[in-house]
């Protein structure tokens, strides 16, 4: 087994506002021929390197950046003494100067799980720095059932967070069908792993932002173009949802994964990054 490294393996950004983010960026392009950049992002607990497997797809034709969130791997996490303001509009405007600082104009923004709600709001809020949005796994906000689920047994999911652990709520979580439904125990340890970079801390206030978070006031107003990968049989977002998304964005584009679980994107990386790659073709034929 291969543990997560213990220092960051890209670069830090520091934040006007006191705060960094840990990105690693991939770039296999011809060097002769412009390339157009990808932004990932991940979902809750996740960071950057849980999308390995996507790079040598993507890095081929696209500048990728993947993205920590913030308090998720190596990214900071606000202390309690500090004025930091954990709001969608703190969120946005961080992604927006991560993009500044790498000198990158706009970004075909790819968020999964709640990564996607975010997505949305930024879609909304900067058309002008995003030329595509594609939200994998993606509910627009998290049902009480959801959260409850996520709290196991713990007054809130916040609370799971400090009082577990990462590490701990990430072994609570790998227990429950249709979220880590990877069924190989060997990527399970390293998944959990993985996870325990963040600090439980982190995940409690970026749970506790997430709990308020709601992406459906924003759907109308997206304008870009927006591909669905939508989850078959995920236990934090039905079907229903995700065909809702489509209706409400006009001219959005939804493609269903049968898998297992949650995880698409990892359950069915070759489906959907052939979803994704033709998608983005799409928009250059256009």
């Known amino acids: 087994m291969t543990y997560p490294p213990s220092s960051p393996p890209g670069i830090v950004i520091q934040h006007p506002g006191g705060q960094s983010t840990h990105v690693i960026q991939d770039d296999f392009h011809d060097p002769w021929l412009p390339a157009e950049t990808i932004l990932i992002q991940h979902g809750f607990?996740?960071?950057?390197?849980?999308?390995y497997h996507w790079v040598p797809v993507l890095a081929r034709k696209f500048r990728v950046i993947?993205?920590?969130?913030?308090?998720?791997?190596?990214s900071s996490v606000p202390s309690?003494?500090?004025?930091?303001?954990?709001?969608?509009?703190?969120?946005?405007?961080?992604?927006?100067?991560?993009?500044?600082?790498l000198?990158?104009?706009?970004?075909?923004?790819l968020g999964e799980s709640t990564s996607g709600m975010i997505g949305e709001v930024l879609a909304a809020k900067y058309p002008h720095r995003i030329r595509s949005l594609i939200v994998c796994s993606s509910p627009t906000n998290l049902s009480p059932a959801a959260l409850e689920l996520f709290a196991f047994g713990y007054k809130s999911w916040p609370e799971a967070c400090?009082?577990?652990?990462?590490?701990?709520?990430?072994?609570?979580?790998?227990?429950?069908?249709?979220?880590?439904?990877?069924?190989?125990?060997?990527?399970?340890?390293?998944?959990i792993h993985q996870v325990a970079i963040s600090s439980g801390e982190g995940l409690a206030e970026y749970a506790q932002f997430?709990?308020?978070?709601?992406?459906?006031?924003?759907?109308?107003?997206?304008?870009?173009p927006m591909l669905i990968l939508a989850p078959a049989n995920s236990v934090a977002t039905k079907l229903e949802e995700q065909m809702f998304i489509q209706r409400q964005v006009r001219g959005s584009s939804l493609d269903v994964i049968h898998s297992r679980g949650h995880?698409?994107?990892?359950?069915?990386?070759e489906e959907c990054q052939n979803a994704v790659l033709?998608?983005?073709?799409?928009?250059?034929?256009?």
């Open 162 to 191: 400090r009082e577990l652990g990462s590490r701990g709520w990430a072994e609570a979580l790998s227990k429950v069908p249709g979220t880590v439904s990877v069924p190989d125990p060997q990527y399970i340890q390293w998944w």
């Open 278 to 286: 033709e998608f983005l073709d799409g928009l250059h034929r256009d």
């Open 103 to 109: 000198g990158v104009d706009k970004v075909h923004f």
């Open 45 to 51: 607990a996740r960071h950057a390197a849980f999308w």
């Open 263 to 269: 995880e698409i994107y990892v359950e069915a990386p």
């Open 66 to 74: 993947r993205r920590d969130a913030r308090g998720h791997g190596f």
């Open 80 to 101: 309690k003494d500090s004025a930091y303001n954990y709001t969608i509009d703190t969120i946005c405007e961080e992604i927006i100067d991560t993009l500044d600082h």
């Open 210 to 224: 997430l709990s308020h978070l709601d992406s459906r006031p924003y759907l109308g107003q997206i304008t870009v």
